[in-house]
């Protein structure tokens, strides 16, 4: 690394990580094959113009004659948007720190899904409901890789010793 600072991530079992440090403008695109391949009402990327995988390679799913789409192969998380010709974007929410990506810009806003308008505006839970859930969250045991770089994968299970 030679004065540059690098973000990493990687996908959600650990198998794959990755690295960068010339990014483009983070988006959020609205378009179906966004919303069909992460599942969600948008994809949220970012161009990464020096992507370089530290660990692991990353399947590939063409999902049209232009774009190819980065995902592992183990555990299913898509990693990139790969347009032909150009840099490959990252899915932002795999870096280790996606608040540093902040989107700037939304595309494909006629594919918008209606009530993604609305998101900002609806209700979380209650103290109450919030309370009654507690228990329910603090029994689950996070089998999902770190956010930050790890020696080894799949890490050693740790004992109480």
């Known amino acids: 690394m030679t004065g540059k600072t690098y973000l990493s991530g990687g996908c959600q079992c650990g198998a794959i990580r990755y690295r960068a440090s010339d990014f483009?403008?983070?988006s959020l695109c609205h378009c179906r094959m966004c919303q069909k391949a992460l599942g969600g009402p948008f994809a949220a990327l970012v161009t990464a113009?020096?992507?370089?995988?530290?660990?692991?390679?990353?399947k590939h799913f063409q999902s049209s004659n232009k774009v190819k789409r980065g995902f592992c192969g183990e555990c299913g998380t898509p990693l990139t948007f790969e347009f032909d010709g150009w840099a490959p974007d990252v899915t932002v929410t795999?870096?280790?720190?996606?608040?540093?990506?902040p989107p700037v810009i939304q595309l494909a806003t006629e594919m918008r899904l209606p009530w993604c308008e609305r998101v900002i505006d609806m209700p979380g839970l209650s103290e109450d409901e919030i309370a009654k859930?507690?228990?329910h969250y603090a029994a689950i045991t996070s089998f999902q890789h770190p956010?930050?770089?790890t020696a080894s994968w799949p890490q050693e299970a740790k004992t109480d010793e």
Do not use: F, I, V, W
């Not at 113009?49 to 990353?58: A, C, I, N, S």
């Not at 795999?94 to 990506?101: A, H, K, Q, S």
């Open 24 to 26: 483009g403008r983070s």
């Open 49 to 58: 113009k020096d992507l370089e995988y530290t660990r692991g390679q990353p």
């Open 94 to 101: 795999t870096m280790d720190d996606p608040e540093r990506m």
């Open 133 to 135: 859930a507690a228990a």
């Open 147 to 149: 956010d930050h770089d």
